[in-house]
């Protein structure tokens, strides 16, 4: 149903004052039985939940545990995919990180492009990757430790790569200049090198075909 739909929508709680979750001709999704699961990692002071969590659920789970969030939605019925999407404009339509979170994944790949295998040896660390249509491999890691900095090594194997790339980060040290995360040139790429990446920061790295 869902791979034939021509448009897909997700329900949350309804917390909407508008018609935007109606349309014709497409298929929306209730998130409500969607299980919440929390994760506490105590020593990264992060948290991990399922989007259909509600903040209600989620803030009386992290006081009981010693922890809090340093935000809450207005309301506790709220869902955190729900809220976190709010984050594409702020009140002042300043971008936010949902914004420059989707400029990450367009500079890691493009609609049509394969998506492939990635795996990480480290669980603070998230690693996606795609081919590209021209042969290029796009990589993005994301650093989850809101305090800690890693050397990350990277090792891709199928194709020979190209030395130089380019490199685009975001994250709470290296915010954008402006609306756009500006790619850098990288040295020292290929099939396997090593980057260092700050707290809490997502990393991608566009290697073209050698």
Same mark, same amino acid.
């Given at each position: 149903? #869902?791979?034939? @739909?021509?448009?897909?929508?997700?329900?949350?709680?309804?917390?909407?004052?508008?018609?935007? @979750? %109606?349309?014709? *001709?497409?298929?929306?999704?209730?998130? /409500? %039985?969607?299980?919440?699961?929390?994760?506490?990692?105590? /020593?990264?002071?992060?948290?991990?939940?399922?989007?259909?969590?509600?903040?209600?659920?989620?803030?009386?789970?992290?006081?009981? !545990?010693?922890?809090?969030?340093?935000? =809450?939605?207005?309301?506790?019925?709220?869902?955190?995919?729900?809220?976190?999407?709010?984050?594409?404009?702020?009140?002042?339509? !300043?971008?936010?990180?949902?914004? $420059?979170?989707?400029?990450?994944?367009?500079?890691?790949?493009?609609?049509? %492009? /394969? #998506?492939?295998?990635?795996?990480?040896?480290?669980?603070? =660390?998230?690693?996606?990757?795609?081919?590209?249509?021209?042969?290029?491999?796009? =990589?993005?890691?994301?650093? !989850?430790?809101?305090?800690?900095?890693?050397?990350?090594?990277?090792?891709?194997?199928?194709?020979?790569?190209?030395?130089?790339?380019?490199? $685009?980060?975001?994250? !709470?040290?290296?915010?954008?200049? *402006?609306?756009?995360?500006?790619?850098? +040139?990288?040295?020292? *790429?290929?099939?396997? $090198?090593?980057?260092?990446?700050? +707290?809490?920061?997502?990393? #991608?790295?566009?290697?073209?075909?050698?």
């Amino acid at each position: 149903m #869902v791979a034939a @739909a021509p448009r897909i929508k997700a329900l949350g709680t309804r917390h909407c004052f508008n018609d935007i @979750a %109606d349309f014709d *001709g497409g298929v929306q999704i209730d998130i /409500a %039985d969607v299980a919440s699961t929390i994760d506490i990692d105590s /020593a990264a002071a992060t948290v991990t939940v399922s989007g259909a969590m509600r903040y209600g659920e989620l803030a009386s789970f992290l006081h009981a !545990k010693g922890f809090g969030l340093p935000n =809450l939605a207005s309301l506790p019925h709220c869902t955190v995919a729900g809220s976190v999407a709010g984050g594409f404009l702020d009140e002042h339509n !300043k971008p936010g990180a949902a914004y $420059f979170g989707v400029q990450m994944v367009h500079a890691m790949m493009n609609y049509n %492009d /394969a #998506v492939l295998a990635a795996t990480s040896a480290s669980t603070m =660390l998230s690693v996606h990757a795609a081919l590209r249509a021209d042969g290029s491999v796009g =990589l993005m890691l994301i650093n !989850k430790d809101a305090k800690n900095g890693t050397n990350v090594k990277v090792s891709i194997t199928g194709t020979s790569l190209a030395g130089r790339g380019v490199r $685009f980060d975001y994250g !709470k040290t290296n915010p954008p200049d *402006g609306n756009s995360v500006t790619g850098k +040139p990288m040295d020292g *790429g290929g099939n396997s $090198f090593s980057v260092a990446m700050p +707290p809490y920061t997502a990393t #991608v790295i566009l290697i073209p075909k050698a």
